[in-house]
């Protein structure tokens, strides 16, 4: 005669408590050496940007980046092991990314023309420029948006995409 508990029984019970523990040391097994990879890679890219002269929202982009992708990495991993049907979840991401790639189309693209912008130097904190119409001394380029201050202490806010598209005028260029 077998106890059953809340109607099930014992045999079942001791299977899910097994399929749940090889499960577990499954996955400490992928997400552990994952974890250690991540901060090695992370250590490398913290020494090398240290040495090269990228630009530093460049590189924190860069590094944030990869990272991140490497988490993605693992975490597709990991729902394999769990036994996830990862296809439905990269398709969705498919879609979600089309979405919102189409949501965030100017966001987007003022990233794109930030990282032209910071890979190319056309100009750099200090220079006095010129884009469209804005002329003034370049506070700050971030990945978005680049600041000036014109002679007439106005700060002015200018998205890379404007700022890549136009030509930019660099009255500074060759006096440094």
């Known amino acids: 005669?077998?106890?059953?508990?809340?109607?099930?029984?014992p045999e079942a019970i001791s299977q899910l408590i097994y399929l749940v523990v090889h499960k577990v040391i499954l996955l400490i097994l992928v997400l552990l050496p994952a974890h250690?990879?991540?901060?090695?890679?992370?250590?490398f890219l913290?020494?090398?940007?240290?040495?090269?002269?990228?630009?530093?929202?460049l590189e924190k982009f860069v590094h944030k980046t990869s990272i991140t992708l490497m988490w993605l990495i693992v975490l597709g991993i990991a729902l394999v092991v769990l036994g996830v049907d990862v296809s439905a979840v990269v398709a969705s991401f498919g879609v979600g990314s089309f979405i919102i790639g189409?949501?965030?189309k100017d966001?987007?693209?003022n990233l794109a023309a930030g990282v032209m912008v910071l890979v190319n130097h056309p100009f750099q904190v200090g220079d006095d420029i010129?884009?469209?119409?804005?002329?003034?001394?370049?506070?700050s380029i971030?990945?978005?948006y680049t600041k000036l201050e014109t002679e007439d202490r106005v700060k002015v806010t200018i998205p890379n995409s404007i700022v890549w598209s136009n030509p930019i005028e660099n009255f500074t260029a060759y006096i440094k």
Do not use: H, P, W, Y
Not at 130 to 139: L, Q
């Open 1 to 9: 005669m077998t106890m059953e508990v809340f109607g099930i029984q």
């Open 36 to 43: 250690i990879f991540i901060r090695i890679l992370n250590s």
């Open 46 to 57: 913290g020494r090398f940007f240290a040495r090269t002269e990228f630009d530093q929202t």
């Open 102 to 104: 189409f949501a965030l």
């Open 107 to 109: 966001t987007l693209n």
């Open 130 to 139: 010129k884009v469209k119409d804005v002329r003034g001394r370049v506070k």
């Open 142 to 144: 971030s990945m978005s």
